[in-house]
């Protein structure tokens, strides 16, 4: 379900907006984003063309898996309670960046190569204690588990104006 941009807008939307909305404004907000415009400068196809795609493929599809409630009739759709959750599936990345759990994958496998040439009494590592490369080691996830806070606060999906990969 997050695959599609569309979508994941939709969920940035709904999250910030914690109510429901018409169809038309999710589509003109969307396509707002999609655009790098202001709301105002939305063109009447650009609102069309994201109204439609909501209304006949994506709206349906966040229905069935229960994430929103979509009544095609009224144009209006609804975030459910398992739309909370949907935050917890979302790392993005951008551009030349890694996903966090490469990253903790590579610290622990540093981590593990430092801590068997301590062992060993390999040479520079025999040049401090042991107990000063065990902090080395607890620092280093400390300092990543810290950043990873601050950064996956900074890109929570409907927290911001902006969803997080428009940032």
Known sequence: MLANQRRRFAVHLLKREEESLSIG????????????????QVTGNDRKR?????????LPKMDRVGVIRFNKSRG???????????DLYLDVVEGK?????????????VSAALVIAVWL????????????WTL??????LFSALAHKYYTTEMKVGHRE???ELQ
């Open 97 to 109: 960046e890694i996903p966090w759990s490469e990253y903790y994958l590579g610290l622990s496998g």
């Open 25 to 40: 404004e999710m589509a003109e907000q969307i396509a707002a984003w999609e655009n790098g415009v202001d709301r105002a």
């Open 50 to 58: 994201v109204y439609t795609a909501l209304q006949q493929s994506h």
């Open 76 to 86: 209006v759709v609804e975030p459910t309670p398992a739309l909370e959750n949907v």
């Open 162 to 164: 902006k969803p997080p």
């Open 121 to 132: 009494g390999t040479w520079p590592f025999v040049l401090l204690p042991e107990i000063a």
């Open 136 to 141: 080395a080691v607890v620092v280093a996830f």
